[in-house]
């Protein structure tokens, strides 16, 4: 994998974690840094879960999360995809309000220059439910097909090429499962 893959990639999982949630409410995450490239190691293929059955919870949840994911890729990759579109995805509850989160870093991303080329896809590990009728996810995202450049083309290393995440998915009022918590859980996936 050339050094620019590699720079890009390990920037997009840092944007994706700050996107998704992972700074505890009233902080700010750190700027990302440019940085030389390091030879990696390949990484492990991830085992999914298995295909839901139609027309249940666990399927329901599967198309949000994939529509959330192109979602990113897209807001993330072309800065004409309007960030309130995120609430197709996700619930503003609180405490976590990561709607509010997931605006206010995309906007940020483009306002320092920031610019992706490529997507990120991402493996759903599991889905099983959780307290009060909720449901909780395990996800792995792998960006070795991104970069990340800054306003200056210079590429923008912000975090592991990898990143596993748990996302808490409740049903809102209108029956549509969105993401009401995302939870970075490491790299290990």
């Known amino acids: 994998m050339n050094a620019n893959r590699r720079l890009g990639a390990v920037a997009l999982i840092g944007v994706v974690l700050l996107v998704a949630g992972c700074s505890p409410a009233g902080t700010t995450s750190p700027t990302p840094t440019v940085t030389s490239a390091t030879p990696t190691t390949p990484s492990t293929v991830t085992p999914s879960a298995p295909t839901p059955s139609p027309g249940t919870p666990e399927a329901k949840i599967t198309a949000t999360i994939q529509g959330y994911n192109d979602y990113l890729n897209r807001a993330f990759t072309d800065p004409s995809v309007p960030a309130t579109d995120a609430a197709n995805y996700l619930a503003d509850l609180p405490p ?7 605006q206010r870093n995309i906007l940020q991303f483009r306002a320092q220059g920031y610019k992706q080329s490529g997507t990120a896809p991402i493996t759903i590990l599991s889905i099983a439910p959780a307290d009060g009728g909720a449901y909780l996810s395990r996800v792995c995202t792998a960006s070795s097909q991104v ?36 939870q970075g859980t490491g790299t290990a996936c």
């Not at 210079?154 to 009401?180: C, F, K």
């Open 147 to 182: 970069t990340v450049t800054d306003a200056k083309g210079q590429p923008v290393n912000s975090g592991p090429a990898r990143a596993s995440a748990a996302y808490t998915l409740v049903n809102s009022v209108d029956g549509v499962w969105r993401i009401s918590k995302i």
């Open 96 to 102: 976590d309000y990561v709607f509010q989160a997931v």
